[in-house]
């Protein structure tokens, strides 16, 4: 029998178990081990409460988890309560999938003002994660100011956008929920530093902001390149131009109290006020090729509220190689060092669909079936029994997929009306739910 620790219970994580069952049917266990005591990382903890369908995903993360091979192990936090040394000494294969939670950063002067937030942050409270439950943004100001042309930023414009009645059948925090209803957010930039043919949004996500209850997209249709130029686009890029032509056709129409505007070929240098963020710098831009480069020419937005949509970066975890300009592992095709492999985004860093983790849990597998058949036989190691005297020695509280049963039953028995949910948002409540 060998063993393998998963570390990271989201998508890449539940699809190397997968592929692992798949490739070692009653021959590997596998151990799905996470930092929280819930599961699927960024299904619950990133996709966008109004993205229900994308969500019903962890249907089949959660036949994987159920299977006899493979074990949730929640709660038990790798680099902090165990080391990857440990886990290396129990297990055959440790695979790191702990995905990309922290904010990549602009560096710019006055980042660190109030009511300034990463992506990572700002999703996190409206998601309910508990690092981030607590971030209280002020939502009371008239300006707010999106930064990146990525989905991420779609999400995030989107939800300032909606009404209470837009979220029914979302899983949107209450905290959130009730934030977003008081919001007295009227004009939301979204601040793009390239141009429209640049842009990191998908058509469905983008069509979705063109069927706002109280909000209308506006785009300046002087940003726009000659329509004939959208001909050489691949075509998923180029559905999302012909959106941003719509937009730019309805005009910022006064029927709606909340425009959402995309400021294209803006780069911000610098966010302005005294505690709080009160305005971003902005410089225009003109594209040198494929690049933005400043025309010096510069002017300020004003800012209530910033949220930076620019991108992630993996966690670093102590003895474990990380490359600090890609902010992910150092890998070479998901191998880190003997027996110790990345998966995900934790593996090529923060991009493509949440399907794009399915080939690389799969992928992931096949090169240790190819280092196993290299190294010979199982060493006979300890495996999941080493892990729990592990962590009865360390006094580790181990939660169990049975566990997250009973804390997802007591979630969608708390959930108002019409929603499939309400989340525990802090650690000791999902604890406590276990019964
Ligand atoms: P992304 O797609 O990489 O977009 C990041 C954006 O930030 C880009 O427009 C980039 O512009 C901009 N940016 C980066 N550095 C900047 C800087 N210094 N100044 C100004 N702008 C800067 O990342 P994301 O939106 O975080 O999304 C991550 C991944 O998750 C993507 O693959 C995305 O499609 C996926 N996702 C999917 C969904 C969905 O399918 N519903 C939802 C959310 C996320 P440049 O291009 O100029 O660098």
Redesign the pocket.
Known sequence: MRHLAIVGSGPAGYYTAEAAVKAWPDAVRVDVIDALPVPFGLIRG???PD?QS?KAVSRRYEQVALGEQVRFVGNVAIGGDVAVEELLELYDAVVLATGAPED?R?DLPGESLANVFG?AAFVGWYNGHPRFAQLDPDLSGKHAVV?????????VARILAKTQEEFAGSDIVAHALAALSDSGVEQITI????GPH???M?P??LGELGRLERAVPCVDAGDLPPVEADAALEPGLRKSVALLRQFAAIGANGDKPLVIHFDLFA??VAFTGTDRVAGVRVERTRLDGDR?VGSGDFYELPADLVVT????RTSPIKGVPYDERAGRFVNAGGRISPRLYCVGWARRG????IGTNRPDGYDVVERIAEDWASDGASLDRKGRDGLDALAAQRGLDIVTFRDWQKIDAAEVAAAREGAPREKFVDVPAMLEARG
């Open positions: 990133g996709v966008a993205h994308i990549r602009l992506s930064i990146g042309m990525g989905n991420v930023a779609l999400d601040l793009g530093r390239r640049q842009i990191a998908t469905k996500e780069a911000p933005a949509c620019i991108g992630y923060p991009t493509g669909t």
